[in-house]
């Protein structure tokens, strides 16, 4: 325990005062590599830094990043949103059901909460602000519905967490869908009162020709979710092959089909990917690196042996967990927050019966509350680089969704059906 609470004091500090994220994991690691087992050969840290990223199922991380790149840069996520707003737009809270819809729509082909928020911030805010919204509550709900990117697959926060843990990343896949749509539900309500609550009226009904020129309009978008889903689901694609996939199709539907991916685009896209992707994997290089000395210094059994002196089952066992990661979330980078955490808690999760895919929704949900919360909630710097406004006016838009998180974050927690039925209905 002292070595895990020596990791989390110094990434504390280390992230407060600046420090660049990599050496927020490599130097505690490092320290305690010093501190505690000097006589480790230093080859052995070499090889398990390089371990924390040898694995293929993290190929899928760089080609959905890439992805996603490619999408928000072209026409897939506008015409993804116009089909939403052709169906919904018209009722009362009808932007705001877009603003929900049209970021699970992204982030069904996307996995990345940061890429919904800067796709499709820019769209919906000036409709949102035209329909009558106030701006406190259009941003907290373009923010909060990028979220949904995190548990609709595929995920990429998913992807990490089948990796650290060794759990089916398609039955990942299948409990993020559920448990995505019961948050975008909660979004749907906070709409539907702020819409009765300002006075706003509804749209004018688009008729059944114009959502059919909308559906077609979006006939080659809808393709991505269709293919990389259904390849998953069917056993016909890995989620390796599938966000490969994902590249290959959105460079032919922007390039070839939409004619807007030139060559001279298409490889400054790649750059700002390949940059996003190296930020990731070095991330995940350290964690690797930090989580053999948390089993090395057999974290894991302290804290089971902890949880049995004192009587704790698996209800106290997940209160723990909660309250450790919305703590973490407030002042760690979520990423950090996973890669940290998981190592000593998942042991502990398996010894108490919780089922690896609803742990893994549980922290999942706790680590896109953590992209909205401050003061280092990456998706708030996002929104506010993308709508030019302060961070501060963000801040204030977000704070009653994450209300409607926490409990949304207790019906998952205490009902794990919600959370594992359909993986046992479809995958067994």
């Given at each position: 325990m002292i070595i895990l609470l020596l990791i989390i004091a110094v990434a504390v500090v280390m992230l407060v005062t600046g420090f660049e994220m990599f050496l927020v994991l490599g130097v505690p690691a490092l320290l305690v590599k010093e501190a505690f087992y000097a006589s480790l050969p230093d080859p052995v840290i070499s090889q398990k830094i390089l371990g924390g990223i040898n694995h293929t199922t993290l190929l899928a991380v760089p080609f959905f990043i890439l992805a996603a790149e490619l999408m928000g840069?072209?026409?897939?996520?506008?015409?993804?949103?116009?089909?939403?707003?052709?169906?919904?737009?018209?009722?009362?809270?009808?932007?705001?059901?877009?603003?929900i819809g049209g970021s699970?729509?992204?982030?069904?082909?996307?996995?990345?909460?940061?890429?919904?928020?800067?796709?499709?911030?820019?769209?919906?805010?000036?409709?949102?602000?035209?329909?009558?919204?106030?701006?406190?509550?259009?941003?907290?709900?373009?923010?909060?519905?990028?979220?949904?990117?995190?548990?609709?697959?595929?995920?990429?926060t998913f992807i990490i967490y089948g990796w650290m843990t060794g759990t089916s990343i398609a039955k990942l896949f299948v409990g993020g869908l559920a448990v995505g749509l019961a948050l975008g539900i909660a979004f749907a309500i906070m709409a539907h009162i702020e819409a009765r609550r300002t006075g706003i009226a509804p749209g004018e009904k688009t008729t059944w020709a114009e959502r059919g020129q909308a559906l077609k309009a979006a006939f080659w978008p809808l393709g991505m979710p269709v293919i990389?889903?259904?390849?998953?689901?069917?056993?016909?694609?890995?989620?390796?092959?599938?966000?490969?996939?994902?590249?290959?199709?959105?460079?032919?539907?922007?390039?070839?089909?939409?004619?807007?991916?030139?060559?001279?685009?298409?490889?400054k896209i790649t750059e700002r990917a390949a940059?996003?992707?190296?930020?990731?994997?070095?991330?995940?290089?350290?964690?690797?690196?930090?989580?053999f000395f948390i089993t090395l210094a057999q974290v894991p059994s302290a804290i089971t042996g902890f949880l049995t002196a004192i009587d704790a089952g698996p209800i106290t066992f997940l209160i723990i967990i909660n309250i450790c990661f919305l703590i973490a979330g407030m002042f760690l980078d979520p990423n950090l927050a996973l890669l940290i955490l998981i190592p000593p808690l998942f042991p502990v999760a398996q010894a108490l019966g919780v089922d690896?895919?609803?742990?893994?929704?549980?922290?999942?949900?706790?680590?896109?509350?953590?992209?909205?919360t401050p003061p280092f909630g990456l998706d708030l710097f996002v929104a506010s680089s993308t709508l030019q406004k302060p961070v501060t006016a963000i801040i204030a838009g977000v704070a009653p969704f994450i209300v409607a998180n926490l409990i949304v974050l207790a019906i998952i927690t205490y009902v794990p059906d919600i959370s594992t039925f359909l993986p046992r209905l479809l995958l067994g």
């Open positions: 840069e072209g026409q897939i996520a506008r015409r993804l949103t116009g089909l939403v707003k052709a169906f919904v737009g018209h009722l009362r809270a009808g932007m705001g059901f877009t603003t699970m729509a992204f982030g069904s082909v996307s996995g990345s909460a940061p890429a919904t928020v800067a796709a499709t911030a820019r769209m919906v805010y000036p409709e949102m602000k035209k329909a009558g919204y106030r701006d406190k509550f259009s941003f907290g709900l373009i923010v909060s519905s990028a979220e949904t990117a995190l548990l609709i697959p595929p995920s990429i990389i889903l259904g390849g998953i689901y069917s056993g016909i694609l890995t989620p390796t092959e599938a966000a490969a996939v994902s590249v290959v199709y959105a460079i032919f539907v922007e390039g070839l089909i939409y004619r807007e991916l030139s060559f001279s685009k298409l490889v940059v996003s992707t190296a930020i990731v994997f070095i991330l995940l290089a350290m964690g690797g690196l930090i989580s690896p895919v609803h742990f893994g929704m549980i922290v999942t949900l706790n680590i896109s509350i953590g992209m909205i």
